[in-house]
């Protein structure tokens, strides 16, 4: 009895901490709004980058002939071709492979870790089959996404900020990208040129925008988050060149970085970002992107099992291991919907090394899922609602013109494969929303955009358009 008031009194603790009221969502998306805005005045004092893509066309579909895109940016990486055909034909072929990066790269050297994905590149270029065509004395032409904050100099060119999600590579903070996966191309013997470097976020919206018309914008909710969207080149302040003819400019806004008092941070949080490889940084990402979630609910366990013997008198000593307890497997266990949480049963015993647990203790565990996720999620919506209310979509206009059909095109692990994660993402924006200006919403997945679309930038950014 002792020992379940305990538990008791965990678990309250621990809604009332990661509690998401609307009203505080309402307070964090005008915050995001708010920090948008110094972004693109130019703040330096901004925690949102806000960064200016290069990108003020994006893809129309007439985009003609053959295309790879390399895609970089958490544990796996993706190479593709495609042959774009043109308005009607669209994507007559595609084909890609994904690798996935040894673990000792991430946190090697810039040079190991460039060879390692040239070389794959080479590999694949090297499959290259008939139905893919190259016009005579022409080189082949690359669009590389790159999901780490970018300081661009040019659609093809930019200078990595800083590592994020478990990356830590001595030495490339600075340089331009390009220029090192060039220099690996060439080292490979690879004759290929980079025609346009985008953030995954760009890729994705670039990719949405080929399929459907109405995309403004697309958030990545993956191992890490961000969102992009397309901004009027007349409002960001900061832009000094010329204004583009579209009048339009893509902005990157590296959101993963906002940070804000209101954010509902605990204890649990808190710990989990003093001990990262970037304290202090990256805070709502940590709070809603799939490398954390499992993590947090690693946290809470653990403080379960130790205040409240939740496993028992002795705490397993599996689940003092940061990172043990992986996203994918938080979601399988919160998605066990059998009689006995048999698939809970068997993850704390695979896991956390716990053999026997009883309902009680299984039903316990999935809420604590179900407490993260929906926290994760609600938050991830209330971004979404401050760029719709940046854009001014965020309710139906009261001149009596009918609210325009608003897409925002979504993608990421995290997303496609976490079903009660992306259900409450999008209940939550329809109750931000209200019912009328949500029914003019679209959250759409765009699987694998971000590879398209990078492609599709390379088109039209082609040495030879
Ligand atoms: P990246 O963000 O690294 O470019 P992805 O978009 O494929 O790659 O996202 C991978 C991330 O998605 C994983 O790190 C994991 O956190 C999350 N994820 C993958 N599968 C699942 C799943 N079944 N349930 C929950 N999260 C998942
Ligand atoms: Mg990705």
Redesign the pocket.
């Known amino acids: 009895a002792e020992r379940k008031r305990k538990v008791a009194d965990v678990i309250e603790e621990v809604e009332r901490a990661l509690s998401t009221p609307t009203a505080l969502l309402r307070g964090i998306s005008d915050a995001l709004v708010a920090e948008m805005e110094r972004g693109l005045r130019g703040d330096i004092h901004s925690q949102l980058k806000m960064l200016i893509s290069y990108v003020d066309n994006l893809p129309t579909g007439d985009e003609h002939g053959l295309f790879y895109a390399l895609?970089l940016?958490?544990?796996?990486f993706r190479v593709l071709r495609v042959q774009l055909a043109g308005r009607e034909k669209r994507v007559a072929k595609q084909q890609s492979v994904e690798v996935s990066i040894p673990p000792h790269l991430m946190v090697g050297t810039s040079m190991e870790l460039f060879d390692f994905i040239a070389a794959a590149l080479a590999k694949f270029v090297d499959t290259e089959g008939d139905d893919f065509h190259l016009p005579e004395g022409r080189q082949r032409e690359l669009g590389f996404t790159f999901?780490f904050p970018v300081n661009q100099l040019s659609i093809s060119s930019g200078t990595l900020i800083k590592w994020t999600?478990g990356f830590s590579i001595n030495g490339t903070v600075g340089e331009d990208v390009v220029a090192e996966l060039s220099k690996a191309m060439e080292r490979q013997g690879l004759d290929m040129k980079v025609s346009a470097l985008v953030n995954?976020t760009v890729g994705t919206l670039a990719g949405g925008r080929y399929v459907d018309n109405d995309v403004v914008a697309a958030v990545?909710?993956?191992?890490?988050t961000n969102a992009a969207y397309v901004e009027h080149a007349n409002a960001i302040p900061k832009w000094t060149g010329l204004l583009p003819k579209s009048g339009n400019m893509v902005i990157n806004t590296e959101w993963g970085s906002f940070k804000s008092d209101k954010l509902p941070l605990s204890e649990y949080d808190k710990a989990m970002d003093f001990e990262s490889l970037n304290p202090g940084e990256q805070i709502y990402e940590k709070m809603i992107?799939?490398?954390y979630?499992?993590e947090i609910v690693r946290r809470i366990l653990l403080k379960l099992a130790h205040d409240a013997a939740l496993f028992g008198d002795v705490v397993p000593p599996k689940l003092e291991q940061p990172f043990v307890l992986?996203?994918?497997d938080?979601?399988?266990m919160h998605h066990d919907a059998s009689h006995d949480l048999k698939v809970l049963g068997t993850k704390l015993k695979d896991i956390v090394g716990v053999a026997d647990t009883s309902l009680e203790v299984r039903y316990i565990t999935r809420h604590i899922c179900d407490i993260v996720a929906e926290r994760g999620a609600r938050l991830a919506a209330a971004g979404i609602y401050g760029i719709l209310k940046k854009l001014g979509r965020d309710k139906v206009p009261t001149d009596g013109s009918t609210m325009p059909r608003t897409v925002v095109a979504l993608?990421?692990?995290?997303y496609?494969?976490?079903k009660k994660?992306s259900s409450c993402l999008e209940a939550t924006l329809t109750d931000l929303l209200g019912e009328e200006a949500s029914s003019s919403l679209v959250a759409k997945l765009a699987n694998d955009g971000s590879g398209i679309g990078a492609a599709l930038l390379a088109a039209s950014h082609s040495q030879y358009a």
């Open positions: 895609d940016g958490g544990t796996n999901s999600k995954d990545i909710l993956g191992t890490g992107s799939g490398m979630l499992g992986r996203t994918p938080m979601s399988a993608d990421g692990g995290l496609e494969h976490y994660f």
